[in-house]
């Protein structure tokens, strides 16, 4: 157990619609960062909060937007879902930005329909 | 810009059989970390080793073995005596400064399958 939650674990729904992924991150971690894992991309890294705020950004989409709360956890909200966003998310924390990537949280499988 | 990549895209193995796995990176940072990570089945991603760019020693732990050459830009991972519970899909990934602070930049993952 690394300590990273992500809820919910699974999540179905269908094109069009608006969805928000929620990672809490390991106790005293201040950096959060979210990953996208689908099959023709691979792991991507889309973006990276620190204590609230946003520190840098990947290939997120304008779809696509976070944000980090003073409790330290953190939303990523995906809107007008297509087909292709159905992926694999994955969150990560760290207690420095840099040199870590030991612990992500379990997962969320987006199946879009 | 940061770059990683596994050219194996599958391996597959019988049990027993010691296994590598490779991984070229590149990088114009001095100071970067080299991660592998592991995905079995089940999707989670399980970390197995962080290495700096300062520490070229090789590392055992149990079967497992990962052999860093900065002069070759390769951190390859290798499995000795391989047994079926080592299926899964293994990520190298790399964690390098400037811009690209913090985050992981992922290889496209080696699907390594040990046959009984």
């Known amino acids: 157990d690394s300590g990273v939650t992500q809820t919910p674990k699974h999540l179905i729904t269908a094109t069009g619609q608006r969805v928000t992924l929620r990672c809490s991150p390991r106790?005293?971690?201040?950096?959060v960062y979210w990953y996208q894992q689908s099959l023709d991309q691979g792991l991507q890294f889309l973006i990276h909060?620190?204590?609230?705020?946003?520190?840098a950004k990947g290939n997120i989409l304008e779809r696509f937007s976070a944000q980090q709360f003073p409790d330290l956890h953190s939303e990523l909200n995906l809107s007008s879902l297509e087909l292709g966003d159905s992926a694999l998310y994955f969150c990560?924390?760290?207690?420095?930005?840099?040199?870590?990537?030991?612990?992500f949280g379990p997962g969320t499988r987006l199946t879009v329909l | 810009a940061q770059k990683v990549t596994q050219a194996q895209t599958e391996i597959s193995v019988v049990e027993k059989e010691d296994v590598t796995l490779d991984c070229v990176y590149e990088?114009?940072?001095?100071?970067?970390?080299l991660f592998w990570y592991k995905q079995p089945p089940s999707g989670e991603l399980v970390f197995l080793i962080r290495r700096n760019s300062f520490d070229e020693q090789n590392e055992i732990s149990g079967r497992y073995s990962w052999n860093f050459q900065k002069s070759t830009s390769s951190f390859n991972f290798t499995i000795t005596a391989s047994q079926v519970v080592d299926s899964a899909v293994y990520f190298c990934a790399l964690n390098a400064g400037g811009t690209s602070y913090g985050k992981l930049t992922f290889g496209q993952g080696t699907i390594l399958t040990v046959h009984p």
């Open positions: 106790s005293g971690d201040l950096s």
């Open positions: 909060y620190y204590n609230g705020e946003e520190r």
């Open positions: 990560a924390s760290s207690a420095r930005g840099r040199g870590q990537g030991e612990f």
């Open positions: 990088t114009r940072d001095t100071t970067y970390y």
